[in-house]
């Protein structure tokens, strides 16, 4: 991993072990130099490459190329391989896994200029990561994602409203990430409950899986709020930096 700063370290010879029962939770800051794309752009598959062609907006295809060879350079490490050498699939619903090894499993989400990934060795993970921002129509969207009985928590304050609004949205996303289901289960078909900073899964319609997920909000500077679905209530959740090299 040599384009990369683990922990903000001067160089990458100590890597943490995942291990049962952790999950790492890493942060990246996606705004990086052209130097910085053009090196990242050659740990990408061809794939990758391709794909990334398809974005015009300079913007976005930047920050996707960040965001996949980031990915591969965390996954090498993690199993100690060339990042040329990891094998990525998905699910028959789109939700990625490694080839390599089975018993990673990892997720990862990126709103405007952070990005964030998830990795544990003891079942799926989700996580979600949304920049606070204005919303003209905040109180439609509340109405249409949450149900009667989350709308208690917010209040008629509009930066509180957008707060909420967007810590709640980002338990639904984790959980509905962590299932491999996406937006396929739409957002007011699950209830969550926010009491004392503790995030509860009130029910989930349709019979989808309702096991005993946890889940962990946690907030990044520049007004940033995410959201880790897991199972296992013993868990320690290491959170860490990466910067890459300038």
Excluded at 67 to 83: E, F, H, K, W
Aim: hydrophobic share 35%; aromatic share 12%.
């Amino acid at each position: 991993m040599p384009d990369v700063l683990i922990l903000n370290q001067p160089d990458t010879e100590y890597f943490p072990n995942l291990l049962k029962g952790d999950i790492h939770l890493w942060t990246i800051s996606l705004d990086t130099s052209e130097d910085q794309i053009e090196r990242l752009r050659s740990v990408l598959s061809p794939a990758e490459k391709k794909k990334a062609s398809y974005y015009k907006f300079e913007p976005i295809q930047h920050h996707y190329i960040v965001t996949q060879a980031v990915l591969r350079m965390l996954l090498s490490a993690y199993l100690d391989i060339g990042p040329a050498d990891i094998k990525m699939g998905a699910h028959k619903k789109g939700k990625p896994f490694l080839v390599n090894d089975a018993s990673i499993f990892y997720n990862i989400s990126n709103s405007h200029d952070l990005c964030v990934y998830a990795f544990s060795r003891d079942g799926e993970v989700g996580v979600d990561i949304e920049k606070i921002r204005d919303m003209p129509d905040i109180d439609q969207l509340i109405e249409k994602n949450l149900t009667i009985r989350e709308r208690k928590y917010f209040q008629k304050d509009t930066d509180i409203k957008l707060t909420r609004f967007f810590q709640f949205w980002t338990f639904k996303e984790s959980y509905l990430k962590a299932i491999g289901e996406g937006m396929r289960l739409t957002p007011e078909n699950l209830e969550f409950s926010l009491e004392n900073g503790t995030i509860r899964l009130r029910f989930v319609k349709y019979g989808f899986d309702a096991a005993d997920w946890q889940f962990k909000g946690f907030t990044r500077e520049g007004n940033y709020t995410g959201a880790l679905a897991y199972t296992g209530k013993e868990t320690v959740i290491r959170e860490m930096s990466i910067a890459l090299k300038r």
